[in-house]
């Protein structure tokens, strides 16, 4: 932080999240940026907002004061959309449309997939956490590390995805072992190699997910895909093709390496501040309040991939936004704001203890699943996630405890992981 | 107090449910929001109120028996202005279509 303070301004702050520092800790640059500069312009023109009560409005916003970009402006915004498949797929996804079009693809979406339909799931969910769970078990007691992300962070919501989507489970191990490259790729600062692979692993599931129409097509079952090609046969004018085949898309690249990063800060919660188990072992409120606070506090997704753009110049904290500007919002750094939650950089539960799901005890909303128009259509699912596994893993390996440090992804816009090594203590407690 | 949801807004995200499962219920099969009971109790004022202002797009509107209409705004002033927005009337879209069962 030492150099940072001396500056009266960044250049730009998404190249400085994709420092080394940075991507060891972003948290010290961006309290500075939310500090000194919370409506920055980068180099590039990009805007990035940095607090709290901007990010909410700005989210709240979307689809009025901010829209997606129009078709025929994709290369204004995306400079290297007209040559990249992954490009052209995010253009095509929900999260950049406006409505009406916005509203008649989300409700195709939320069709079939109602808080009390996600409710069903939770039977096969916990199945699934008590088997990757006890597939852990014997290394564990053996002796030996086990990485806790592959096996269990990110098999849970690849399990879950697979059962939802009605894939195979080995075609699904396959399908996410490109993610981490399509997803590096979307970057705004993403380099050419790195677009290069991410187009290459979108080509493989544009590939894929169009097999997996046709046969869902001549065999569906009670599934998603089954239920988006059944919408889109009925009319296809509801669904395109190309549609249907980016919302996979997008499903497939927002579903779960979050979900998986979102357990795995869980885990390192767990073992960093033993003192705040006891939420875990209490009942579902409790529980929750633990979910929402690893969410607030290690928000999986530290900025927004998608460009919010100014339909009108906006002046925000003294800075103009031009009109047509894309702005970003770092939403990490909104759930770090004092001004958003007392004291934030603290882990401490007590703050959503007997509040809304994503409200504090003050009001507040935490950011990590957005708000607005895009809000993460599998944010019930994800935190669903969350809760059978939290407390299964601390009743079923109570001395769990880092084998190594973990290992995050090099990603300036992920807080994600490579790998998670634990072990068992001999002693408990120890 | 009559609590309604404006079905053309609802982003059928389901936070109404979780918030008040015996006020708001998603609508089979496309997940709109919609409210159980014509009237609500009055004692749960306080909640149906929170549950509007959490309302990811701001579509539920509560009704007093007063008669005022609130609804959290969508589009008010961004920072600093957060408690002027809180307390702001957004008086948009007065004739939106409603989800009163």
Same mark, same amino acid.
């Given at each position: 932080?030492?150099?940072?303070?001396?500056?009266?301004?960044?250049?730009?702050?998404?190249?400085?999240?994709?420092?080394?520092?940075?991507?060891?800790?972003?948290?010290?640059?961006?309290?500075?940026?939310?500090?000194?500069?919370?409506?920055?312009?980068?180099?590039?023109?990009?805007?990035?907002?940095?607090?709290?009560?901007?990010?909410?409005?700005?989210?709240?916003?979307?689809?009025?004061?901010?829209?997606?970009?129009?078709?025929?402006?994709?290369?204004?915004?995306?400079?290297?959309?007209?040559?990249?498949?992954?490009?052209?797929?995010?253009?095509?996804?929900?999260?950049?449309?406006?409505?009406?079009?916005?509203?008649?693809?989300?409700?195709?979406?939320?069709?079939?997939?109602?808080?009390?339909?996600?409710?069903?799931?939770?039977?096969?969910?916990?199945?699934?956490?008590?088997?990757?769970?006890?597939?852990?078990?014997?290394?564990?007691?053996?002796?030996? *590390?086990? &990485?806790?992300?592959?096996?269990? $962070?990110? #098999?849970?919501?690849?399990? /879950?995805? +697979?059962?939802?989507?009605? !894939?195979?489970?080995?075609?699904?191990?396959?399908?996410?072992?490109?993610?981490?490259?399509?997803?590096?790729?979307?970057?705004?600062? *993403?380099? &050419?190699?790195?677009?290069?692979? $991410?187009? #290459?692993?979108?080509?493989? /599931?544009? +590939?894929?997910?169009?097999? !997996?129409?046709?046969?869902?097509?001549?065999?569906?079952?009670?599934?998603?895909?089954?239920?988006?090609?059944?919408?889109?046969?009925?009319?296809? &004018?509801?669904?395109?093709?190309?549609?249907?085949?980016?919302?996979?898309?997008?499903?497939?690249?927002?579903?779960?390496?979050?979900?998986?990063?979102?357990?795995?800060?869980?885990?390192?919660?767990?073992?960093?501040?033993?003192?705040?188990?006891?939420?875990?072992?209490?009942?579902?409120?409790?529980?929750?309040?633990?979910?929402?606070?690893?969410?607030?506090?290690?928000?999986?997704?530290?900025?927004?991939?998608?460009?919010?753009?100014?339909?009108?110049?906006?002046?925000?904290?003294?800075?103009?936004?031009?009109?047509?500007?894309?702005?970003?919002?770092?939403?990490?750094?909104?759930?770090?704001?004092?001004?958003?939650?007392?004291?934030?950089?603290?882990?401490?539960?007590?703050?959503?203890?007997?509040?809304?799901?994503?409200?504090?005890?003050?009001?507040?909303?935490?950011?990590?699943?957005?708000?607005?128009?895009?809000?993460?259509?599998?944010?019930?699912?994800?935190?669903?996630?969350?809760?059978?596994?939290?407390?299964?893993?601390?009743?079923?390996?109570?001395?769990?405890?880092?084998?190594?440090?973990?290992?995050?992804?090099?990603?300036?816009?992920?807080?994600?992981?490579?790998?998670?090594?634990?072990?068992?203590?001999?002693?408990?407690?120890? | 107090?009559?609590?309604?949801?404006?079905?053309?807004?609802?982003?059928?995200?389901?936070?109404?449910?979780?918030?008040?499962?015996?006020?708001?219920?998603?609508?089979?099969?496309?997940?709109?929001?919609?409210?159980?009971?014509?009237?609500?109790?009055?004692?749960?004022?306080?909640?149906?109120?929170?549950?509007?202002?959490?309302?990811?797009?701001?579509?539920?509107?509560?009704?007093?028996?007063?008669?005022?209409?609130?609804?959290?705004?969508?589009?008010?002033?961004?920072?600093?202005?957060?408690?002027?927005?809180?307390?702001?009337?957004?008086?948009?879209?007065?004739?939106?279509?409603?989800?009163?069962?």
């Amino acid at each position: 932080m030492d150099v940072q303070e001396t500056k009266t301004a960044c250049r730009d702050a998404f190249a400085e999240l994709a420092s080394p520092a940075c991507i060891h800790d972003p948290y010290p640059f961006m309290r500075w940026l939310r500090e000194h500069d919370p409506v920055h312009r980068a180099a590039s023109g990009l805007f990035l907002l940095s607090r709290h009560a901007d990010i909410y409005w700005a989210l709240t916003a979307t689809g009025d004061a901010f829209r997606g970009p129009a078709p025929g402006e994709l290369a204004r915004y995306f400079p290297r959309a007209a040559t990249s498949l992954s490009l052209n797929l995010m253009a095509s996804t929900i999260a950049m449309k406006d409505p009406p079009t916005h509203t008649r693809l989300r409700r195709l979406i939320s069709r079939d997939f109602t808080m009390r339909q996600i409710d069903n799931l939770r039977p096969s969910i916990a199945r699934i956490v008590a088997a990757r769970l006890d597939g852990m078990a014997p290394a564990l007691e053996r002796g030996e *590390a086990v &990485d806790l992300h592959r096996e269990f $962070a990110l #098999a849970l919501p690849m399990l /879950v995805f +697979a059962e939802l989507f009605g !894939l195979p489970q080995d075609d699904m191990f396959g399908l996410a072992a490109g993610i981490g490259a399509i997803v590096e790729g979307l970057s705004p600062h *993403a380099s &050419d190699p790195q677009l290069a692979a $991410a187009d #290459a692993g979108s080509a493989r /599931v544009q +590939a894929y997910f169009g097999d !997996l129409i046709q046969r869902k097509r001549t065999d569906p079952r009670h599934d998603i895909v089954s239920m988006l090609v059944g919408a889109h046969d009925d009319d296809a &004018d509801t669904l395109s093709d190309a549609e249907l085949i980016s919302m996979l898309w997008g499903m497939l690249l927002g579903g779960f390496t979050t979900t998986a990063a979102a357990i795995d800060h869980a885990v390192l919660a767990m073992l960093a501040y033993p003192e705040q188990r006891h939420w875990l072992q209490g009942d579902a409120v409790e529980v929750k309040a633990f979910v929402e606070e690893v969410l607030r506090r290690d928000a999986p997704v530290l900025f927004s991939a998608t460009p919010r753009i100014a339909q009108r110049d906006i002046e925000l904290g003294g800075v103009v936004i031009p009109k047509n500007a894309d702005v970003r919002v770092l939403i990490a750094a909104g759930n770090r704001d004092p001004d958003g939650f007392a004291d934030p950089d603290r882990f401490d539960p007590a703050r959503f203890y007997g509040t809304n799901p994503g409200m504090s005890t003050d009001g507040k909303i935490m950011l990590s699943f957005g708000h607005g128009i895009h809000f993460c259509p599998g944010a019930q699912l994800a935190r669903m996630q969350l809760a059978e596994s939290l407390p299964r893993i601390q009743a079923r390996f109570p001395t769990l405890a880092l084998a190594e440090q973990p290992t995050r992804e090099p990603s300036a816009f992920l807080r994600t992981f490579l790998a998670l090594p634990v072990r068992l203590n001999a002693q408990a407690g120890g | 107090m009559r609590v309604v949801v404006d079905q053309d807004l609802c982003g059928t995200t389901g936070q109404c449910v979780l918030t008040l499962p015996g006020t708001f219920r998603q609508r089979e099969p496309d997940g709109v929001a919609e409210v159980c009971a014509a009237t609500v109790p009055q004692a749960l004022l306080a909640a149906v109120r929170l549950a509007a202002s959490q309302c990811p797009v701001a579509a539920i509107r509560v009704i007093s028996d007063a008669g005022d209409d609130e609804r959290a705004s969508a589009d008010a002033a961004p920072s600093p202005a957060e408690p002027e927005r809180h307390a702001a009337k957004d008086q948009r879209n007065p004739e939106g279509h409603d989800g009163t069962v």
